[in-house]
């Protein structure tokens, strides 16, 4: 079997060995039998059992990269994976031997389908916590856990407003590097062309959504109007639409979406269809009076069924790895780091 790190050190050959264990774990566990929702079963088998060496692979790159960063041993770790899904990251943080894992979604049914996977492969994750962030540090704060770590895999381009999230965890765990990777990368030409067309078909749908909204708090607003304002109003959602809605019936101003570029969200919940910002954005939302930011390439998956298309892959990853100007553009994700710079 390929290795899932290309590192010799101590924290990579052990990296290594656990992430090889999990892999023939995870291989031998039938997914449909646990019980989960079918929701949850379908995105673990087309995201992570189907590629199941690329989500290991992966969750190896940023557990090293990460804990490297820190400059502490393994089993001086405390980690949280937040937004962990049914993946593979908590649950090879806590076979490396993290001194705590912490687990985090936003939703029940996404926790208890990633307890019964752990749970089948033998592996004790010591917290879950359900809830977005705010929750999830009110939890950190009341069991008086300090993070070293906060991980993300393809997370950060569907929360709403990542410059509250980043000064929350600022605020109340503010020791802690913020290691995220993310698919939306805008330095890569043909990302930038397929997040244009995937926002706008999630456009048609969440545009829908606004006119309801619209509908239900302006019912006597006249049928131009309530479609000139579900177009304008794209990128807000839930208070914040509302509160565009009411200003637009009392004094006729319109928000401008051209400041999201193409990116659209539900309006229900606020969760972006893939929000697709620049390396520039990110350093401004995340602030860099408060956090070192810094940028860095990902890699291809070299384990498709098609060789040629895994001989491409490794061509472009051997680019990508000289970290020259062409990296972010051909790199297929990219990692979003922010090291507190109070973290001495």
């Known amino acids: 079997m390929d290795k899932f790190l290309p590192y010799e050190d101590d924290p990579g050959r052990l990296i290594n060995v656990a992430a090889t264990e999990l892999y023939k774990r995870l291989t031998h566990v039938n997914a449909d039998n646990l019980g989960m929702p079918e929701h949850c079963l379908a995105y673990f088998k087309s995201s992570h059992s189907k ?15 990460s804990i490297m960063m820190t400059g502490k041993r393994i089993d001086d770790i405390t980690l949280m994976d937040y937004g962990a899904g049914v993946g593979t990251l908590f649950l090879l943080a806590k076979m490396i031997g993290c001194r705590q894992v912490i687990y985090s979604d936003h939703l029940e049914d996404w926790r208890q389908s990633a307890e019964l996977i752990a749970n089948a492969i033998d592996v004790h994750i010591d917290h879950y916590i359900v809830g977005d962030i705010p929750d999830c540090l009110d939890n950190l704060a009341k069991s008086a856990i300090q993070c070293d770590v906060i991980t993300s895999r393809n997370v950060l381009e569907h929360i709403y407003k990542p410059d509250e999230f980043y000064s929350s965890i600022y605020e109340k765990q503010g020791k802690a590097i913020v290691f995220s990777s993310t698919t939306a990368n805008n330095k890569n030409p043909a990302t930038v062309i397929k997040h244009f067309l995937w926002h706008k078909k999630w456009e048609k749908i969440f545009r829908g959504k606004r006119m309801v909204v619209i509908e239900r708090q302006s019912p006597g607003m006249a049928s131009f109007r309530k479609e000139k304002l579900a177009k304008a109003t794209r990128g807000l ?108």
């Open 51 to 65: 590629r199941l060496f690329f989500s290991t692979e992966t969750s190896a790159h940023i557990l090293y990269r």
């Open 237 to 344: 959602a839930v208070d914040e639409l509302k509160n565009a809605i009411e200003e637009y019936r009392k004094t006729g101003r319109l928000p401008d979406p051209r400041k999201f570029g193409s990116n659209t969200c539900d309006p229900s919940n606020g969760v972006w269809a893939e929000n697709l910002l620049s390396l520039k954005t990110y350093r401004k939302l995340i602030d860099e009076n408060k956090y070192t930011v810094s940028f860095a390439p990902g890699f291809w998956d070299t384990h498709y069924r098609q060789k040629y298309i895994n001989q491409a892959a490794g061509f472009l990853n051997r680019i990508i790895s000289k970290r020259g100007r062409l990296a972010l553009m051909l790199a297929p994700f990219i990692y979003v780091i922010a090291r507190p710079k109070n973290a001495a």
